[in-house]
């Protein structure tokens, strides 16, 4: 609640408010209008526009702190293009929302570091650029802050990393170029390189090969530690599945070639043949139609070598 001093409510005037800020300048029906200063009793102070008691438009705002705010504000908070400057030489230039950094903007850091791009609740977070005081930069996708996603990591002494990133680390697919030359392609957890073969954990997102205890193995896609998605699953007796994996399990539209060279293509469920299918055996036999965990069931066409056919 303002209240006006000599009781003028219209033209020039001086505002205090019942917290103890202090207004000076233009007053309209005994509230803060257009432009004039507004001294904080904690200490700080605004030099900003007014509309009806709020600060709105392109201002200035020193905090108690000592911190400096130049920018755009809307309905009282920084909405806009700003730059804010902290005490401690830290600063970020551009977009804020409802008083936070959200938008496309710049930070440069009191430890050298600088970070322009993306940014959502003061957060880097999209896509952005960062160098650090002594050259190493990132360029890449940002998650709350972190390097996550793909992006690619440049040292000053001369080696590279191209790849997924998960929270800070080399975590997923990647490339690595060491100053030496030597180049390590395929997998990283946590910075290390891996290699094809992906260790039994439920962490590793990307596409690697694993081998298991009882002799299978599967090259293809994981998902936190997962088969989920594209890959390749040779068992130990030597049968070959190809296709679409869904944690852990063969499902969708996919192919199973057994050792002596009989084909199913068609459709899995939880690991079985469950639905519509092709077989073909060697010795040139054929059939087409359902297929119920493994087994020919219900409506479907056999077809003989020799071209004879049963259809039911």
Known sequence: MWSAKNEVRNGKGRLIETNGDVYEGDIVNGKPHVIGKMNVYTGG?????FINGTFHGKGRLVTDMGNVYVGDFVKGKMHGKGRITWTNGEFYEGDFLDNNLTGKGRFSYD????YE???LDGKHCGKGRLVTAKGDSYVGDFKDGNMHGHGLMTWVDGGSYEGEFVDNERTGRGRMVLKDGTVQEGNFINGRFIGEEVPDSDTFTGHGKRSFDNGSVYVGDFVKGRMH??????????NIYEGDFVNGKRTGMDKLIWPDGDVYEGEFLDGKRTGKG??????GDVYIGDFVDGDRTGNGMYVWSDRTTYEG
Do not use: H, I, K, Q
């Not at 102070?45 to 526009?49: A, E, H, L, P, T």
């Open 229 to 238: 998605g594209e890959g390749r699953l040779t068992a130990p007796n030597g």
């Open 278 to 283: 092709r077989m073909a055996w060697t010795n």
């Open 111 to 114: 430890n050298g570091s600088v």
């Open 45 to 49: 102070s605004y030099d900003v526009g």
């Open 117 to 119: 791009g993306d940014f």
